[in-house]
């Protein structure tokens, strides 16, 4: 079971990097710990969620488990969603 052997390294790896890093930015970043450690995987996650699912935003929800409408949401707060422009009836896309 090569899945359940990749988890278990994930878990291995995370237990031996998680507590430095949670050190390093508790004494730097002002009650910011939260954000910058989820931040820190969720960046890596969407990207590598929308190349499986070849840019198509539906698929990568899916693949998440989430929302479309948040994965976008996501996706522009992190500002991997290029902004909107109008388009030739003066409504925004995205």
């Known amino acids: ?3 359940g052997t990749e988890i278990q390294e994930f ?3 995370l237990n031996a990097v998680l507590p430095a890093v949670v050190r390093g930015a508790a004494a730097s970043d002002g009650g910011r710990l939260y954000r910058t450690v ?5 960046i890596p996650l969407l990207r590598l969620a929308l190349e499986l699912s070849a ?4 698929k990568a929800a899916r693949l998440l488990g989430i929302n479309r409408n948040t994965l976008r949401k996501r996706l522009r707060l992190l500002g991997l969603l290029p902004a909107s422009r109008p388009n030739l009836h003066g409504a ?3």
């Open 38 to 42: 989820m931040g820190r995987v969720e």
């Open 92 to 94: 925004k896309t995205a």
């Open 1 to 3: 079971m090569e899945g």
């Open 55 to 58: 840019g198509n935003q539906l």
């Open 11 to 13: 878990d291995r790896l």
